[in-house]
Protein backbone atom coordinates (compact mmCIF):
# COMPACT_ATOMS: atom_id res chain seq x y z
CA UNK A 1 0.00 0.00 0.00
CA UNK A 2 1.38 3.50 -0.93
CA UNK A 3 1.68 6.39 1.44
CA UNK A 4 -1.21 7.69 -0.26
CA UNK A 5 -3.29 4.88 -0.22
CA UNK A 6 -2.84 4.69 3.51
CA UNK A 7 -3.04 8.00 3.85
CA UNK A 8 -6.97 8.03 2.03
CA UNK A 9 -7.84 4.92 4.16
CA UNK A 10 -6.97 6.57 7.45
CA UNK A 11 -9.68 9.37 6.49
CA UNK A 12 -12.34 7.09 5.91
CA UNK A 13 -12.00 5.37 8.30
CA UNK A 14 -11.72 8.73 10.76
CA UNK A 15 -14.81 9.86 8.58
CA UNK A 16 -16.65 6.30 9.15
CA UNK A 17 -15.90 6.81 13.24
CA UNK A 18 -17.29 11.04 13.07
CA UNK A 19 -20.63 9.41 11.53
CA UNK A 20 -20.23 6.58 13.92
CA UNK A 21 -20.52 8.92 16.87
CA UNK A 22 -22.75 11.50 15.23
CA UNK A 23 -25.05 8.90 14.95
CA UNK A 24 -25.10 8.16 18.56
CA UNK A 25 -25.76 11.52 19.77
CA UNK A 26 -29.09 11.13 17.59
CA UNK A 27 -29.94 7.81 18.75
CA UNK A 28 -29.65 9.56 22.47
CA UNK A 29 -32.78 11.41 21.57
CA UNK A 30 -34.80 8.29 19.74
CA UNK A 31 -35.85 7.95 23.33
CA UNK A 32 -37.88 11.02 23.04
CA UNK A 33 -39.33 10.14 19.28
CA UNK A 34 -42.37 10.69 20.10
CA UNK A 35 -42.64 14.14 20.47
CA UNK A 36 -42.54 16.56 16.63
CA UNK A 37 -40.30 18.92 17.93
CA UNK A 38 -37.63 18.17 20.41
CA UNK A 39 -35.71 21.67 21.60
CA UNK A 40 -31.77 21.49 22.80
CA UNK A 41 -30.92 24.35 25.17
CA UNK A 42 -27.59 25.17 26.22
CA UNK A 43 -25.44 28.32 27.26
CA UNK A 44 -22.50 30.20 26.87
CA UNK A 45 -20.73 32.73 29.33
CA UNK A 46 -21.87 31.87 32.84
CA UNK A 47 -18.27 32.18 34.00
CA UNK A 48 -16.54 35.50 32.45
CA UNK A 49 -16.42 38.68 34.74
CA UNK A 50 -18.01 41.18 31.31
CA UNK A 51 -20.50 40.38 28.77
CA UNK A 52 -23.90 38.99 28.39
CA UNK A 53 -24.73 35.27 29.27
CA UNK A 54 -26.23 34.06 25.64
CA UNK A 55 -28.85 30.73 25.50
CA UNK A 56 -29.01 28.88 22.08
CA UNK A 57 -32.48 26.63 21.60
CA UNK A 58 -32.44 24.22 18.63
CA UNK A 59 -34.91 22.22 17.02
CA UNK A 60 -33.36 19.93 14.46
CA UNK A 61 -35.40 17.71 11.54
CA UNK A 62 -34.81 14.14 13.29
CA UNK A 63 -33.34 12.94 9.99
CA UNK A 64 -30.91 15.84 10.31
CA UNK A 65 -27.31 14.69 10.83
CA UNK A 66 -24.24 17.13 11.13
CA UNK A 67 -21.19 16.16 11.39
CA UNK A 68 -18.29 17.40 13.82
CA UNK A 69 -21.12 18.80 15.96
CA UNK A 70 -19.99 18.58 19.09
CA UNK A 71 -19.91 19.97 22.87
CA UNK A 72 -19.50 23.70 21.90
CA UNK A 73 -15.95 23.97 24.34
CA UNK A 74 -14.39 20.63 22.43
CA UNK A 75 -14.72 22.53 19.12
CA UNK A 76 -11.80 25.17 17.41
CA UNK A 77 -13.11 28.13 16.61
CA UNK A 78 -13.01 27.71 12.99
CA UNK A 79 -14.88 24.59 13.58
CA UNK A 80 -17.88 26.56 15.70
CA UNK A 81 -18.05 28.81 12.64
CA UNK A 82 -18.56 26.48 9.87
CA UNK A 83 -21.03 24.36 12.06
CA UNK A 84 -22.65 28.21 12.98
CA UNK A 85 -24.10 28.31 9.63
CA UNK A 86 -24.82 24.86 8.95
CA UNK A 87 -26.97 24.24 12.02
CA UNK A 88 -28.89 27.86 10.84
CA UNK A 89 -29.67 26.44 7.94
CA UNK A 90 -30.37 22.79 8.67
CA UNK A 91 -32.49 23.99 11.97
CA UNK A 92 -36.79 23.95 12.33
CA UNK A 93 -36.72 26.53 13.99
CA UNK A 94 -33.65 28.29 16.47
CA UNK A 95 -33.91 30.87 19.50
CA UNK A 96 -31.05 33.04 21.16
CA UNK A 97 -31.50 34.77 24.21
CA UNK A 98 -28.77 37.61 25.06
CA UNK A 99 -28.86 39.16 29.18
CA UNK A 100 -26.33 41.80 29.50
CA UNK A 101 -24.05 42.57 32.23
CA UNK A 102 -26.09 45.01 34.34
CA UNK A 103 -29.22 42.57 34.14
CA UNK A 104 -26.29 39.59 35.64
CA UNK A 105 -25.44 42.17 38.28
CA UNK A 106 -29.26 42.65 39.18
CA UNK A 107 -30.52 39.16 39.30
CA UNK A 108 -27.55 36.91 39.87
CA UNK A 109 -25.92 35.04 36.73
CA UNK A 110 -28.02 32.00 37.63
CA UNK A 111 -31.36 33.74 36.96
CA UNK A 112 -29.73 35.73 34.34
CA UNK A 113 -29.14 31.95 32.67
CA UNK A 114 -32.69 30.76 33.24
CA UNK A 115 -33.79 34.51 31.78
CA UNK A 116 -32.07 34.19 28.45
CA UNK A 117 -32.98 30.26 28.20
CA UNK A 118 -36.75 31.52 28.67
CA UNK A 119 -35.85 33.75 25.62
CA UNK A 120 -34.39 31.93 23.30
CA UNK A 121 -37.45 29.79 23.72
CA UNK A 122 -39.59 32.42 23.22
CA UNK A 123 -37.99 32.73 19.77
CA UNK A 124 -38.69 29.57 18.59
CA UNK A 125 -41.04 28.93 15.77
CA UNK A 126 -42.80 26.50 15.88
CA UNK A 127 -42.65 25.49 19.99
CA UNK A 128 -41.31 22.68 21.00
CA UNK A 129 -42.98 19.56 22.32
CA UNK A 130 -40.18 19.14 24.61
CA UNK A 131 -36.57 20.81 26.34
CA UNK A 132 -33.37 18.61 26.64
CA UNK A 133 -31.28 20.94 28.82
CA UNK A 134 -28.15 20.56 29.37
CA UNK A 135 -28.07 19.74 32.74
CA UNK A 136 -30.27 22.34 34.27
CA UNK A 137 -34.12 22.85 34.99
CA UNK A 138 -35.49 25.78 33.86
CA UNK A 139 -37.99 28.00 36.08
CA UNK A 140 -41.14 29.65 34.53
CA UNK A 141 -41.42 27.14 31.84
CA UNK A 142 -44.74 24.98 30.99
CA UNK A 143 -42.73 22.64 28.24
CA UNK A 144 -41.97 19.25 29.23
CA UNK A 145 -38.15 19.44 30.39
CA UNK A 146 -35.43 16.91 30.36
CA UNK A 147 -31.80 18.16 32.12
CA UNK A 148 -28.84 15.56 30.69
CA UNK A 149 -25.47 16.13 32.36
CA UNK A 150 -23.00 16.71 29.96
CA UNK A 151 -25.72 17.14 27.36
CA UNK A 152 -23.70 19.00 24.88
CA UNK A 153 -21.36 15.64 24.29
CA UNK A 154 -24.51 13.58 24.80
CA UNK A 155 -27.46 15.19 22.19
CA UNK A 156 -27.39 16.35 18.56
CA UNK A 157 -29.68 19.24 19.72
CA UNK A 158 -27.76 20.50 22.90
CA UNK A 159 -24.40 20.51 20.90
CA UNK A 160 -26.18 22.28 18.36
CA UNK A 161 -27.79 25.02 20.89
CA UNK A 162 -24.22 24.99 22.35
CA UNK A 163 -22.84 26.24 19.02
CA UNK A 164 -25.17 28.65 18.44
CA UNK A 165 -24.44 29.87 22.21
CA UNK A 166 -20.90 30.31 21.85
CA UNK A 167 -20.54 31.64 18.65
CA UNK A 168 -22.96 34.38 19.26
CA UNK A 169 -21.50 35.24 22.28
CA UNK A 170 -17.90 35.19 20.97
CA UNK A 171 -18.67 37.40 18.01
CA UNK A 172 -20.63 39.90 20.74
CA UNK A 173 -17.49 40.15 22.59
CA UNK A 174 -15.51 40.58 19.30
CA UNK A 175 -17.82 43.81 18.31
CA UNK A 176 -17.21 44.79 22.45
CA UNK A 177 -12.98 45.00 21.65
CA UNK A 178 -13.64 47.41 18.86
CA UNK A 179 -15.21 49.41 21.15
CA UNK A 180 -12.79 48.87 24.62
CA UNK A 181 -9.84 47.72 22.69
CA UNK A 182 -7.34 48.41 26.32
CA UNK A 183 -9.39 44.91 27.53
CA UNK A 184 -8.64 42.56 25.21
CA UNK A 185 -12.32 40.97 24.61
CA UNK A 186 -11.40 39.67 21.27
CA UNK A 187 -8.99 37.26 22.78
CA UNK A 188 -10.39 36.36 26.11
CA UNK A 189 -14.15 36.97 25.60
CA UNK A 190 -14.13 38.44 28.50
CA UNK A 191 -12.96 35.02 30.55
CA UNK A 192 -10.49 36.26 33.83
CA UNK A 193 -6.76 35.49 31.84
CA UNK A 194 -4.23 37.43 33.40
CA UNK A 195 -4.20 40.25 30.67
CA UNK A 196 -7.82 40.75 31.32
CA UNK A 197 -7.36 41.38 35.15
CA UNK A 198 -3.98 42.88 34.61
CA UNK A 199 -6.58 45.99 32.30
CA UNK A 200 -8.96 46.11 35.11
CA UNK A 201 -6.66 46.89 37.62
CA UNK A 202 -5.20 49.19 35.02
CA UNK A 203 -8.35 50.96 33.29
CA UNK A 204 -11.11 50.22 36.05
CA UNK A 205 -14.23 48.36 34.88
CA UNK A 206 -15.54 49.34 31.37
CA UNK A 207 -19.92 49.60 31.03
CA UNK A 208 -20.39 45.95 30.28
CA UNK A 209 -18.29 44.21 33.03
CA UNK A 210 -20.12 42.20 35.79
CA UNK A 211 -19.84 44.98 38.95
CA UNK A 212 -20.62 41.49 40.95
CA UNK A 213 -17.92 39.12 39.46
CA UNK A 214 -14.62 41.72 39.93
CA UNK A 215 -14.99 43.19 43.30
CA UNK A 216 -11.64 41.69 44.02
CA UNK A 217 -10.18 43.72 41.40
CA UNK A 218 -11.69 46.95 41.44
CA UNK A 219 -13.00 48.81 44.23
Known amino acids: MTKKEESAMKRALKLEAEKARVEQMCEYEKEYGVYSYICGIDE ?3 GPLAGPVVAG ?3 LPKDCRILYIN ?3 KLSEKRRNELFDIIKEEAVTYGIGIIDAARIDEINILQA ?5 RSAINNLNPSPDILLNDAVTIPKVDIKQVPIIKGDA ?3 SI ?3 SVLAKVTRDRIMEEYDKKYPEYGFAKHKGYGTKQHIQALEQFGASPIHRRTFIT ?3 P
Open 216 to 218: KFV
Open 57 to 59: AVI
Open 44 to 46: AGR
Open 71 to 73: DSK
Open 113 to 117: TYEAM
Open 154 to 156: KSI
Open 159 to 161: AAA
